[in-house]
Nanobody, 124 residues
């Protein structure tokens, strides 16, 4: 079983930056990819970015390409989401999740382990 714990959320002004962390523990050998998702009030949860556990492959939502960067630290079993040029529409609860299916996947159902979420607020 994989446990995930996010940290790093908070309030940041538009145009600012924030880095989220996702620390994995437990059966991390079963992880093939880590994804960052977000859910704004009244909206569906959506994929923001994902990275293969070996760090060789990444995938981004079109809306964050060029502004967000996903990375991982193998020694710390931690994934990061560096968010730059933040906008009010980026306000949401951000979740990290782990997938054990081969390759990268955009299906939420393939992510079997989820963190508790961390709030990111960008005031208008």
């Amino acid at each position: 079983h994989v446990q995930l714990e996010e940290s790093g959320g908070g309030l940041v002004q538009a145009g600012g930056s924030l880095t989220l962390s996702c620390a994995a523990s437990g059966t991390t050998f079963s992880i093939n990819a880590i994804g960052w998702f977000r859910q704004a009030p009244g909206k569906e949860r959506e994929l923001v970015a994902q990275i293969s556990w070996n760090g060789l492959s990444t995938d981004y939502a079109d809306s964050v390409k060029g502004r967000f960067t996903i990375s991982r630290d193998d020694a710390k079993s931690t994934a990061y989401l560096q968010m730059n040029s933040l906008k009010p529409e980026n306000t949401a609860v951000y979740y990290c999740a782990a997938a054990s299916v081969p390759g990268l996947t955009r299906y939420l159902a393939d992510f079997g382990s989820w963190g508790q979420g961390t709030q990111v607020t960008v005031p208008a």
